[in-house]
């Protein structure tokens, strides 16, 4: 086949560029058994930067994977417990006087590093709420007048407990709309939990070895970037966007009344940006359908906001996402 | 003194004429007697010059003790002779206790000029009478329940309503079906089958899009775009594959879960799939012999899963005839090629 030079160069480039991946991937796999979307949802947050909004029961190896990740990108980790009173300080540091200096010293917060898992975000008001999603926005800190970049890459992965809504302080819309992703994750298989007791149970619990730097990831991302995106998987994704928001347009009247909003422009970016990287993650220099169905469900599930009616229903945004792939046309 | 006293009888004398003359009244009843429990009618009857104002009294439930009324009619007005008017009203009542009652003068108030005066109907009986009981004879028992004839009176509304029972029942299952069709996004009215079967409907666009020689004229993408959307349309109306609205893969997969399990077809099929991806996706340009045998693994696709419906065999046949030349044409050209 003659390939146009471009894309050809391009696609060999990514496909050696990208080879780390099936590295990361092995090495996550000797710790995190099962949970791959969990593991292939992480790498994307990491290659898009864009953080990522967890959802999941308790003890489903969710500080075991972003540590794990961390120690393969041989990158800083914090893990931060959101409690009720938790205060911005303790998340982004403060000033400390030190009576041998006589001065004020910036004590960095926990938010100084590369991965940070925001256990169970919906517990602390949202002053500390705030406070992360700025962190993440603008990804630098003010502590005391001076301004203090945070560590690249810097990647966010907040947990959310599902079944447990008392005493919580649920994150607004605008505030979920910052994370790239939202992923809910499930118990694992039969198998995959008789492999986690045997490891568990064993002299030594397998760990995961460094085989990045920090700065691959960041020429990885530059490299996504790079990937190529056709005019027609746009107008696609544009039309997934904009179902959410008319679904009247698309042969979906009976989407309108449960839906409050559709989702946001930055949906749209996002669907454009994770599907290039997932395009990436699968050595391909270029996208095609099947990359933005496959990362659909994560960038859009908290970005629909469903009404009374739907909620009487019991329809989720999973139940909509899954109708409007159903209706529009693929290219 | 007696002059004036002489003179003032005769003035109210003369009044009294006058309000005679002005005003004539009368009440009767139907009937005189009624058996008890019965209802008769008590006519009134007023005329008046025109210059007379009389108000009619204000009726209660009861004319007497005895003398129930059960409905009052409205006050009806017809002009009558002398230049007069009659006012006549009819009052329905009933009574329930026998005996002979007295229906005493009912006055009805009236002006005569600018003069208050009343007029009054005479006292009426009414007699009111009960069964008469033979006591001679022994006691009867309670005579059982008339059986009533049935008649198409009585038929029509049964039959009418079973009929909107009927109706309302369809109405109600086609809501349910209609609701079931609509929530699964599916249109509720099935489209109909189209006339001509998909396979010719593909070939037909085939022949076509090979007619306008796009890729020989640089327009490889609207080329692979029309293949693969003509091969995707036909999967769509021949296995019932949403095939417009999947992936190349999501097909293939459909394809296997409608239980086609021709490899060789289903491996020329990803082949075009994939070659179409790279083309519409990847800016990819390919070989002529590779459009030429994405064109040929499409009629071959077309021609080995087509179903002929029997009633369209003979245009079938044709088609395939038509199918089995252009296919001969395109190897024939590839061999050339080559």
């Known amino acids: 086949m003659n390939e146009s030079v471009n894309i050809k160069e391009l696609n060999d480039r990514i496909r050696q560029e ?53 120690t393969t990108v041989d990158a800083r980790f914090s893990r931060i417990q959101f409690t009720p009173d938790l205060l911005p300080a303790d998340l982004l540091g403060t000033m400390i006087y ?16 590369n991965f940070i898992l925001a256990d169970e975000i919906n517990r602390s ?19 005391g007048g001076q301004t203090y970049p945070l560590d690249r890459p810097f990647l966010v992965l907040a947990t959310q407990n599902p079944i447990e809504q008392e005493g919580t302080y649920p994150l607004p819309e605008a505030q979920v709309d910052r994370f790239m992703l939202k992923v809910v994750i499930d118990y694992p298989s039969k198998a995959e939990e008789q492999q986690i007791i045997r490891e568990n149970l064993g002299q030594v619990f397998p760990s995961a070895s460094a085989i990045l730097k920090p700065a691959d990831i960041m020429k990885a991302r530059e490299t996504v970037k790079d990937v190529y995106m056709d005019e027609k998987i746009e107008r696609y994704i544009l039309d997934l966007v904009f179902a959410t928001r008319y679904p009247g347009e698309y042969k979906l009247d009976r989407l309108q009344p449960m839906i409050t909003y559709g989702a946001s422009p930055r949906a ?64 | 003194m007696i002059r004036y006293f002489i003179a003032l009888l005769f003035g109210v004398s003369t009044f009294a004429g006058a309000a005679a003359q002005s005003v004539r009244l009368s009440a009767r009843f139907d009937s005189a007697a009624i058996m008890i429990g019965d209802q008769i009618r008590l006519h009134i009857e007023l005329e008046r010059q025109k210059d007379v104002r009389v108000q009619f009294p204000a009726w209660a439930d009861t004319l007497t003790r005895n003398i129930e009324i059960v409905e009052t009619y409205p006050v009806d007005s017809t002009p009558a002779a002398n230049g007069m008017i009659r006012l006549k009203q009819d009052i ?43 006591t001679t004879q022994n006691f009867a028992d309670i005579k059982p329940v008339y059986k009533v004839p049935v008649g198409w009176a009585d038929i029509w509304p049964w039959l009418l309503g079973f009929g909107l029972l009927l109706l309302a029942s369809a109405l109600i299952g086609f809501g349910i079906y209609a609701l079931i069709r609509w929530r699964n996004n599916k249109p509720i009215f ?111 696709f077309v021609n080995n899963t087509k179903v002929e419906i029997a009633d369209d065999r003979e245009n079938a046949e044709e088609t395939a005839v038509d199918v089995k030349a252009s296919t001969d044409g395109i190897i024939t050209g590839i061999k050339n090629q080559e």
């Open chain 1, 268 to 331: 749209s970016i996002n669907l454009a940006k994770a599907a290039k990287t997932y395009a990436f993650i699968k050595r391909r220099g270029y996208v095609i359908p099947e990359d933005v169905r496959a990362i659909c469900y994560d960038v859009l599930r908290h970005r629909i906001g469903l009404s009374y009616e739907a909620e009487a229903e019991n329809m989720t945004s999973v139940d909509i996402i899954t109708s409007i792939l159903n209706v529009v046309e693929v290219p």
């Open chain 2, 92 to 134: 329905l009542v009933t009574s329930f206790d026998s005996g002979r009652h007295v229906l005493p003068p009912i006055r009805f108030p009236l002006v005569i000029d600018g003069h208050a005066d009343t007029v009054a109907t005479r006292p009426i009986y009414l007699d009111v009478l009960t069964v008469p009981l033979d």
């Open chain 2, 190 to 300: 099935r489209a109909s089958r189209p006339a001509e079967p998909p396979h010719i409907t593909a070939l037909r666009e085939l022949d076509r899009l090979r007619g306008e020689k796009l890729w020989q004229n640089n327009r490889t993408k609207d080329y692979y775009t029309r293949l693969s959307d003509v091969v995707r349309t036909y999967i769509e109306g021949r296995f019932d594959v949403m095939a417009m609205e999947m992936t190349s893969d999501e097909i293939l997969d459909g394809l296997r879960n409608a239980g086609f399990e021709d490899n060789n077809l289903v491996d020329r099929l990803r082949r075009l799939f994939s070659l179409a991806d790279l083309v519409k996706f990847a800016k990819a340009g390919p070989l002529p012999d590779e459009n030429e045998t994405s064109m040929l693994d499409s009629y071959l």
């Open chain 1, 98 to 113: 030190s009576q041998k200096e006589e001065q004020f010293l910036v004590k960095k917060g926990p938010i100084f590093a």
């Open chain 1, 125 to 143: 008001p949202a002053k500390v709420q705030s406070a992360l999603l700025e962190a993440m926005q603008e990804k630098q800190v003010t502590i």
């Open chain 1, 18 to 70: 990208s080879a780390f991946v099936d590295l990361v991937g092995i090495e996550m796999n000797k710790v995190i058994v099962g949970q791959k979307h969990l593991v292939e949802c992480l790498l994307l947050g990491l290659l898009s930067d864009g953080h990522i909004l967890l959802e999941g029961l308790p003890g489903l190896a969710k500080t075991l994977a972003i540590n794990t990740l961390a």
